[in-house]
């Protein structure tokens, strides 16, 4: 028999009514009726060609080919237990691999998983440059950030943010604009200095460059420490900054403690 061809249920009921000797008390173990148990172990033994169960005047009594196989499958149902454990063994692990922008790393992220490692220092890290395009599967990722209007196909929840602010160095002159690929048409069109991504633009700014208008979330240290300064207000933003993982991932418990920490 093909091992995809497994008759599983059945023979996870068999192992109840063996132990028991009772379609009732098996069905009471497994939630089901006494009469689906009995379908379960008839439908097993015309699959297997065997009769497994007699009925006689002591009660339910198991046949020799059903005594026969009772010691390998007990054996291949905790083998069954181990494996499920071993998978399982990752969502309680202390490592996290994390796929993220570049800037959003250096800028907002690393600072942030310092802070939540001060209380476990247990856990570890491994950080991946990314953007939008994620491979979960080859990158062995547990969570990823991406800038978006959602979540795209996956699992994700939204970075607090109060949308893009325009930044410069405190007493610069502000004349000038300073672009980056996804920033504001605008700033592209009439920018005099140009750069790789939000973050660059926004040391450009620090360094008195120009000005840059950059997601809030990615400024809000530097503004902080006083490296830059807001120049008018907020301007909220349909796109941002979202914590994201395909379902698998995402319901992990390690994960969403991260996602806890990080949306705070």
Not at 68 to 97: D, I, N
Not at 119 to 125: I, M
């Amino acid at each position: 028999m093909k091992r995809t061809h497994l008759p599983l249920n059945g023979l996870r009921v068999l192992d109840a009514a063996a132990r028991h000797l009772s379609f009732t008390r098996a069905a009471d173990e497994l939630a089901v009726t006494p009469a689906a148990v009995g379908q379960q172990i008839r439908a097993l033994e015309d699959t297997l060609g065997v009769v497994l169960f007699r009925r006689t005047t002591k009660g339910l009594e198991l046949t020799p080919e059903g005594e026969a196989g009772l010691a390998p499958l007990r054996h291949g149902f905790l083998q069954f237990e181990e494996a499920v454990r071993a998978m399982q063994a990752g969502q309680t692990s202390k490592s996290l691999t994390i796929a993220a922008p570049r800037d959003l790393t250096a800028k907002w992220l690393m600072p942030r998983l310092a802070e939540i490692a001060e209380g476990d220092g247990d856990l570890r890290f491994v950080l991946i440059a990314a953007d939008d395009d994620l491979d979960f599967t080859e990158a062995n990722l547990d969570l990823a950030i991406r800038w978006g209007d959602g979540p795209g196909g996956n699992e994700g929840e939204a970075l607090e943010s109060e949308g893009m602010i325009t930044v410069a160095r405190p007493g610069a002159k502000v004349d000038t604009r300073i672009s980056w690929p996804g920033c504001l048409a605008s700033d592209a069109a009439a920018s005099a200095v140009r750069v790789g991504d939000a973050g660059l633009a926004l040391d450009a700014a620090a360094e008195g460059l120009g000005h840059a208008t950059v997601p809030e979330l990615l400024a809000a240290r530097d503004i902080a420490a006083g490296r830059v300064m807001v120049i008018g207000v907020a301007t909220p933003s349909k796109q941002g900054y979202w914590l994201v993982a395909p379902t698998p991932q995402w319901r992990q418990k390690k994960v969403q403690a991260l996602v806890d920490a990080l949306t705070r």
